[in-house]
Nanobody, 124 residues
Framework: HVQLVESGGGSVQAGGSLRLSCAIS????????MAWFRQAYGKKREGIAA???????AYKESVKGRFTISKDNAKNTLYLQMNSLKVEDTAMYYC???????????????????WGQGTQVTVS
């Protein structure tokens, strides 16, 4: 049974930092592609950072240089370090996973079959 559980969200002032965590279970961790998505109120869910099983990353342009995706294989945990946060980063953040994400589609919602419940990030 695959399970993803996010944590680390909260409220922060603009310019501040947060680190999100996503604990994953049920996969052979090294064989799965993972990503972070977010969904602001009234908007579509969007991919912001992806990390494939080979260690390659992809980022949405608006978060490049501010957000970093990483993983700790020993802890089966995916992270998203968010620095220089902006008001427009306010959203519910979700982690996602799948074994078969196609090259070039790492930030596409429909590539991922497993999702966490989300964690709220509010920047003011």
């Amino acid at each position: 049974h695959v399970q993803l559980v996010e944590s680390g969200g909260g409220s922060v002032q603009a310019g501040g930092s947060l680190r999100l965590s996503c604990a994953i279970s049920g996969y052979m961790y090294g064989d799965v592609d993972m990503a972070w998505f977010r969904q602001a109120y009234g908007k579509k869910r969007e991919g912001i950072a992806a990390l494939d099983s080979g260690g390659s990353t992809a980022y949405k342009e608006s978060v490049k240089g501010r957000f970093t995706i990483s993983k700790d294989n020993a802890k089966n945990t995916l992270y998203l370090q968010m620095n220089s946060l902006k008001v427009e980063d306010t959203a519910m953040y979700y982690c996602a996973a799948d074994r078969l994400v196609r090259t070039g589609r790492e930030l596409k919602v429909d590539e991922y079959s497993r999702w966490g419940q989300g964690t709220q990030v509010t920047v003011s």
